[in-house]
């Protein structure tokens, strides 16, 4: 017969797992069904691994103007444009990677909601746009501002954008 205590650790790990896999929003449905969430630990940490962002990547805002697509990613606390790659993979399909360093050196979290960690986005965008874009990083904001294509214009293409070292 198992421990009770070992099998309850072993399903709160299985947990801590299909969390770091599918992020907050799975705990979200687990505590309205009545399944306690896992005790955070020191530095943010749950079951001994720091929590990231990697499974639901940066929180977007995309917009449309005649001209463009725009789209802004909140990306707090980059350190420089190595720390972000920004790829355009298709006509419509932009890929966005951060690695957002934790930055409390030494300390206890009291509550931490922010993400650390590397993060990742793929998102379809709402028209065709052109391969080639501006960027820009203010205030945590990566602002992203895509060309829309015109029919038979050639949109197609792959492009890595590179960030600009300004602002924070």
Known sequence: MNDPGKVVQRI???LEALGDAFGEELFRELGRAGTPRPKEQSGGRIGGRARTGAAAGPPLDIY???????V????????GPHQVTVSLAGP???????????????????????????????????????PAASARYRHGIL??????????????????????????
């Open 143 to 168: 602002q992203l501002r895509f060309p829309r294509a015109t029919p038979g214009s050639g949109g197609e293409g792959v492009a890595v954008l590179h960030v600009p070292p300004t602002g924070g």
């Open 12 to 14: 709160a790990e299985q």
């Open 92 to 130: 419509a399909e932009l890929l966005i990677e951060a690695f957002l360093p934790d930055r409390l050196p030494d300390g206890l979290y009291i509550q931490r909601e922010r993400f650390v960690g590397y993060c990742v986005r793929m998102v379809t965008l709402p028209a065709t746009v052109l």
């Open 64 to 70: 449309v103007t005649p001209y463009e697509v725009v």
């Open 72 to 79: 802004e990613a909140i990306l707090p606390g980059l350190g």
